[in-house]
């Protein structure tokens, strides 16, 4: 065994000092021996067949090494906890998530949830450690298990939006699976994610008041004195702002108010929505939006949605009902 020790605390070493039972009686480790070493307190068991070589709380890379270990040969980190790594989303307190091939059988522990698939090897990303699906293959883990639509579609959204990956990539990783929840409108915010939707309340812009109601289309993400307007009616000198957070720390307000400013000052108009907004009454912004545009050289008309009940839109640009 001594001869092999060296070998055994490297291996332990590049597991956040985790290792199986396997991998230790390779190294030269009896059971006895590892039997002792927790008896003693000098190691601890984390699950069956998995130790930690040493004592005291888990460390995060420790509980991952751990939850690989036990879940078996080709285990991947998967869903949020891939997500977490690949800085899609911050870290915090939960389950570690795996997907193993559907065919092992896994008894639950607390602490780790367990996904089946056909093929995690497929899903895996080429060269990080520790083994973990591609950031392609976590945004569609987490699409389809969102609980809502808007929940679904901001996963690929921010993904582009975080320039971790791009709506191409995403696309081609769909057309790998089968049945999916969810395709037609994940391949549509897609598409909005390629022209600069960058957040939900950015894409339900651009679906449910812009293009539900006939507007023109805006530039996405167009830098303009050191920073992006969300949309941007370049031609007509109107600037949308959309705003999805609950409130607005004092550097928040006063870049905000810089932005607002300058646009006023160069001439152009700035209309600023949150989300309560776009989503609870899109035909009122598009009819708010619309006036702007339509004040500032637009000839077009907006159009009428399958929503738009209130007649607001049709009264005040004289536009046609919709057919039914």
Avoid: K
């Amino acid at each position: 065994m001594r001869h092999r020790a060296p070998v055994f605390f490297e291996v332990a070493r590049t597991q956040a000092g985790v290792v199986s039972r396997a991998q230790a009686r390779r190294c030269g480790i009896t059971d006895s021996r590892i039997a002792a070493q927790i008896r003693s307190g000098r190691w601890q068991r984390v699950f069956p067949g998995v130790i930690a070589t040493f004592t005291g709380a888990m460390s995060w890379p420790a509980r991952l090494w751990a939850a690989l270990l036990y879940a078996g040969t080709g285990a991947v980190l998967s869903h949020r906890t891939a997500a977490e790594l690949h800085g899609l989303v911050n870290q915090r307190p939960g389950p570690v998530h795996v997907s193993v091939p559907h065919t092992r059988r896994i008894v639950g522990r607390e602490g780790l949830v367990v996904h089946r698939v056909v093929d995690p090897h497929r899903l895996r990303h080429s060269a990080r450690m520790p083994p973990r699906t591609c950031v392609e293959e976590t945004v569609l883990d987490l699409a389809v298990s969102g609980r809502s639509l808007d929940e679904a579609v901001a996963w690929p959204l921010t993904a582009v939006g975080s320039r971790l990956t791009t709506a191409g990539r995403i696309a081609d990783a769909m057309q790998t699976r089968g049945r999916m929840r969810w395709r037609r409108d994940l391949t549509a915010a897609l598409a909005d994610a390629a022209a600069g939707c960058h957040s939900v309340l950015e894409y339900r812009y651009r679906r449910f008041v812009e293009r539900a109601h006939g507007l023109p289309d805006g530039v996405r993400q167009q830098r303009r004195d050191g920073w992006y307007d969300d949309v941007s009616y370049t031609e007509f000198g109107v600037h949308v702002e959309l705003d999805g957070r609950l409130g607005h720390a004092d550097g928040g307000r006063f870049r905000d108010h810089r932005r607002d400013n300058a646009a006023v000052v160069s001439g152009g108009r700035v209309l600023r929505y949150g989300y309560a907004d776009v989503v609870s009454r899109p035909c009122a912004v598009a009819e708010e939006v619309a006036g702007v545009l339509a004040a500032s050289g637009w000839a077009g008309a907006p159009a009428l949605c399958p929503e738009c009940s209130n007649g607001e839109i049709r009264a005040r640009h004289h536009v046609d009902e919709p057919p039914r």
